[in-house]
């Protein structure tokens, strides 16, 4: 490549999601492509149950001046790397509710560890040095000095692969109280405390022959595991930055409604949520007329004649008018939205048509477009995900741009798991590039400090807190620690128990609710079952959080901070043939042996399960288990009267 044929350069994806896991070395890389699961030779644990940290890839693009578009890789070009992150959550303010809602309904957060001031305040912020790294196969000095109140906390290191790109790994879940012994209290805003999540520029200066050329820079995000690879928010993160850069203009609008890209998959994610979410089980689950893996319905779905108009404008209806956002709870999509359960002083609620999610205004329109039988019919069966080497080089930068933020929720924010509500600020973005942020000058630490509290006019400012970012911009509104965010956010089943179904719920593709565990998927797919037991056992579902709930929600938090590593991963199985059940169950899996082993109740539904089996043998007492599940004593869990 000669430098001289170069237009631009710039770095893919513009921001990139990085992972906590709390295994030493074993990783698995990020999707690259929408829609992709995270794939690894030997799944998403290692030998000793930990967790592999989500690893984010960065590659370098060449606009030349002819308009083709090629990467540049360590084989013709010196690519040196430059990161710098930082982790600002104990040192920021607050999280109460998003700050972009109408001026009466927001209110100004305080600081967090509002206590702390002078220069102890920016002790509350880790900020370590930036690290460089070029050449191939290469490893640079861990992010480890930062430090919180003086004490280093390791936040991840830079490797570059066989072709010279860019591997950002991030921390390995630790969260710790500055006093030893502190337990955390609440959902997000827990004084004292850190983890070990960041976010921060990613620069590259590319020199080919004698000449540098500086890229456009990206940005790393690191988040929360993914306790369920494979699914994915029926509102995603790529959804909300889209709605944003159409409505900008930085977007084209989009023409006509296409059924295969468009339409389809907003029910297809709603119906992957039958897997962590036992109210959406039964509103759009197998069975159900919104199961958009059943070939039939599908095809009701794809038909935009006038015989299936009054099914289509049946199904519209069900949906919150995302163009008017009027007062509908009992709607769909059955998620909770960014002001779940926000007051006034005086009781009321903050804004009671934002307690519940609505899909993007781009979205809606699709969608009515849809039922109006304005859209084309252009079903060819269920969309192949390609492989990356097959996307022709000139889209792969926008595929690695999308796929990141895909695989991120769009909501609710109450915070949110990855991101929050400022991702959908016009001030944030580049106004010339989609999906590249606006970014500080290289080496200008983030503001922390606007005030005693946070006012609505400078969050929302064009040169504020959400203007141009910088090390620790993005990740330091989210909750801290992150776990107990996680364990706080659940559905239905918990905020109101007396609903009917278990829904809505708040991050259910990310942070399960209710799930299929492998023991019951196990029984399910016993050969020669019957099949009312193939489908009641397929319909056990249980509480994600069990294992860690406790005596009320204050273990439970306390809980999810020490073992969150534990819980189980909701992954994709592919069951027998012709036993009724969807062509891939996404089944709970690697619980710790401490939650599982020795469950009477278990060994009993399977002594249950041996009496129909349809071979010719007999089933001895209960007592007479196979060798593997014999026990010496029970170690799961167990509460006493009055605990529960």
């Known amino acids: 490549m000669n430098a001289d044929d170069i237009e631009s350069i710039a770095i893919h994806p513009a921001i990139g999601v990085a992972r906590v896991g709390n295994a030493k070395d074993a990783y698995f890389l990020a999707p690259e492509v929408i829609g992709k699961t995270p794939k690894d030779t030997d799944g998403f644990r290692d030998g000793h149950g930990h967790l592999k940290r989500q690893v984010a890839r960065f590659r370098v693009y060449a606009t030349l001046k002819s308009g083709e578009v090629r990467e540049i890789t360590a084989a013709e070009a010196n690519i040196n790397w430059r990161v710098e992150v930082a982790n600002l959550k104990a040192g920021w303010y607050d999280f109460q509710h998003a700050m972009d809602l109408p001026p009466d309904q927001v209110f100004e957060p305080p600081k967090r560890n509002a206590n702390f001031n002078g220069d102890d305040r920016e002790r509350l912020s880790i900020r370590p040095s930036a690290r460089h790294i070029s050449g191939a196969s290469q490893t640079s000095a861990p992010f480890d000095d930062g430090t919180f109140f003086g004490k280093p906390v390791y936040l991840g290191e830079l490797r570059t692969d066989d072709q010279g790109r860019l591997l950002f790994f991030g921390g390995h879940g630790k969260s710790e109280p500055l006093v030893p012994g502190t337990a955390p209290t609440t959902f997000a805003n827990n004084d004292g405390w850190h983890d070990d999540t960041c ?15 500086e890229a456009r820079p990206a940005h790393v995000i690191v988040a929360p595991p993914n306790f369920g690879p494979g699914l994915f928010g029926v509102v995603t993160m790529d959804d909300v930055v889209r709605d944003l850069f159409i409505g900008l203009g930085t977007l084209p609008h989009p023409g006509k409604t296409s059924f295969s890209k468009d339409i389809w998959p907003i029910f297809d994610r709603m119906t992957g949520h039958q897997w962590v979410c036992d109210g959406i089980l039964l509103l759009a689950g197998q069975g159900t007329p919104l199961d958009a893996r059943d070939p039939e319905i599908i095809a009701q779905m794809g038909d935009p004649s ?85 996307i022709p080089a000139a889209d792969q930068p926008r595929e ?71 090390a620790g911009s993005l990740t330091r509104w989210m909750g801290v620690p992150w776990q107990t965010d996680e364990a706080s956010c659940n559905s239905g089943l918990v905020y109101t128990p007396s609903l009917y179904l278990s829904s809505p719920s708040f991050w259910g593709a990310r942070v399960p609710n209710q799930v299929l565990p492998i023991e019951a998927y196990n029984i399910a797919t016993t050969p020669d079952l019957a099949p009312l037991q193939v489908q009641r056992h397929f319909s056990n579902r249980r509480f994600w959080l069990r294992d860690l709930q406790g005596t009320g929600y204050a273990a439970r938090i306390n809980n999810m901070v020490h073992k969150w590593w534990m819980t189980g991963l909701v992954e994709a199985h592919t069951p027998p043939e012709g036993i009724g059940l969807p062509e891939t169950c996404y089944v ?23 009496l129909q089996s349809q071979e010719d043998k007999a089933v001895g007492p209960l007592g007479a288990q196979p060798a593997e599940d014999a026990v010496e004593e029970q170690t799961f869990e167990r509460l006493g009267r009055g605990e529960v």
């Open 400 to 470: 690695l741009d999308r796929a990141a933020l895909h695989e991120c929720l769009g909501g609710p924010f109450h915070p949110g798991i990855e991101l929050t509500w400022p991702m959908r600020l016009a001030s944030m973005w580049d106004p010339d590039q989609p999906y590249r942020l606006r970014p500080l000058p290289e080496g200008v630490p983030v503001r922390q400090d606007y005030g005693t509290t946070l006012s609505r006019e400078q969050a929302l400012a064009w040169d504020g807190p959400w203007g141009p970012t910088g």
């Open 588 to 610: 709970e899996t690697g619980r710790s042996p401490t939650f599982t082993k020795g469950d009477p109740s278990l060994r009993l539904a399977k002594g249950v399960v041996a």
């Open 199 to 213: 976010d921060g520029p990613v620069r590259a200066t590319v020199t080919i022959g004698d000449k540098d050329i």
């Open 306 to 390: 006038d015989a299936s108009a009054a099914y289509r404008q049946a199904v519209f209806n069900l949906f919150r008018n995302s163009k008017t956002e009027e007062l509908k709870h009992a709607g769909l999509p059955p998620f909770y939205g960014d002001t779940y359960g926000d007051r006034y002083p005086n009781g009321d609620l903050v804004n009671p048509a934002r307690e519940d999610l609505f899909l993007t205004k781009t979205q809606y329109q699709h969608l009515e477009n849809w039922a109006n039988g304005d859209f084309e019919a252009d079903w060819a069966g269920i969309p192949a995900i390609p492989d990356f080497g097959d």
